[in-house]
Nanobody, 126 residues
Framework: QVQLVESGGGLVQAGGSLRLSCAAS????????MGWFRQAPGKEREFVAA????????YYSESVKGRFTISKDNAKNTVYLQMNSLKPEDTAVYTC???????????????????WGQGTHVTVSS
């Protein structure tokens, strides 16, 4: 059974930092692109960041570029999201996902991701 389990969410003040982790089990994702998405209350899920299978390519949404960093440890089957300079508008449930196919290339297209975690809550207070 394939599972993606996020951790590291919580409550932080504006300007603070959090590091999210997403540990995969049930199969290796060393040859898969991984992504992070978020969904704020009352809003649709949106793309945050994605990374290629070998960490050679990384994509970020404009709203997090320069503040968030996605990384991948294939040996640990884990993907991370380092979030710095957090803002109240970053408050959301953050979910990691793994792409099936696409030759390990990252994508912003939600439907290209086949495996999803349950999400972790991030709340940024002003």
């Amino acid at each position: 059974q394939v599972q993606l389990v996020e951790s590291g969410g919580g409550l932080v003040q504006a300007g603070g930092s959090l590091r999210l982790s997403c540990a995969a089990s049930g199969r290796t994702f060393s040859n898969a692109a991984m992504g992070w998405f978020r969904q704020a209350p009352g809003k649709e899920r949106e793309f945050v960041a994605a990374i290629s299978w070998n960490s050679g390519n990384r994509y970020y949404s404009e709203s997090v570029k320069g503040r968030f960093t996605i990384s991948k440890d294939n040996a640990k089957n884990t993907v991370y999201l380092q979030m710095n300079s957090l803002k109240p508008e970053d408050t959301a449930v953050y979910t990691c996902a793994a792409r099936s196919g696409g030759r390990g290339a990252p994508t912003v297209v939600i439907d290209e991701y086949a495996y999803w975690g349950q999400g972790t809550h991030v709340t940024v207070s002003s």
